[in-house]
């Protein structure tokens, strides 16, 4: 399809293990984002990348958060010894980001993770 | 307190019902202001993206800003089923690719 793939849609682990999520943006998108949905809540921002490079990481809850986009397309989150509060949706967007103006973020359907 | 502003509801209208939805924000900087659907486990989707103050109309969607009130809506009419679902609020800062700040979401159910 067209649109923003995440996988695995689904993904169970025990606190503790280490996890990878992964995004394939639409074709193209040069803006690629990384946010947060906790059940109840709006999306929380997380990191952003132009291209391969990651120009935003604020939002990133503590250093066991690990983004990577290596070649400008595929990205991955990476969590290391996941705990019980990083069970959320986490939902990548990206934008074409053509020329100056905002470009409006399409998302894909998320990764919902579950940690026990 | 939180940036953006969104009453979660729940709000359910029958169908055929004008809908309101609301956000306010603290942020003077936010210029870019984006309603979102969201179905139940399914990603945002984008319905209706403006820039400052004003109106635009969709087909039966509304989406009005107030700057000056820091105030957006939006306005649904001839209410659907199909329209039951999460609304979410979303506004960014500046020009260029920038990250959205969301309200927490009205969760919307329009009964037949």
């Known amino acids: 399809g067209a649109g923003v793939s995440q996988s695995p849609r689904y993904k169970v682990a025990k606190r503790g293990q280490d996890v990878a999520l992964r995004c394939d943006p639409i074709s193209g998108h040069v803006s690629l984002f990384w946010y947060q949905q906790a059940l109840g809540q709006g999306p929380e921002f997380l990191t952003y990348f132009q291209n391969e490079a990651q120009l935003d990481k604020s939002g990133l809850p503590s250093d066991r958060f690990f983004a990577e986009r290596p070649e400008g397309s595929v990205s991955t989150l990476k969590i290391q010894r996941t705990q019980q509060e990083d069970s959320a949706v986490y939902l990548c967007?990206?934008?074409?980001?053509?020329?100056?103006?905002?470009?409006?973020?399409?998302f894909g359907d998320g990764t919902r993770l579950s940690i026990l | 307190q939180k940036e953006v502003e969104q009453d979660p509801g729940p709000l359910s209208v029958p169908e055929g019902a004008i809908v309101s939805l609301n956000c306010t924000y603290s942020?003077?900087?936010?210029?870019?202001f984006m309603w979102y659907r969201q179905y139940s486990r399914k990603g945002p989707e984008l319905l209706m993206y403006?820039?400052?103050?004003g109106n635009k109309e969709d087909g039966r969607f509304t989406a009005q800003v107030d700057k000056s009130s820091k105030y957006i809506s939006l306005f649904i009419r001839d209410s659907q089923p199909s329209d039951s679902a999460t609304y979410l609020c979303a506004m960014s800062r500046i020009q260029g690719a920038q990250k959205l700040v969301f309200g927490q979401g009205t969760r919307l159910t329009i009964n037949p």
């Open positions: 942020n003077s900087a936010f210029q870019y």
């Open positions: 403006t820039y400052s103050s």
């Open positions: 967007a990206s934008s074409p980001l053509r020329g100056s103006g905002n470009q409006p973020q399409h």
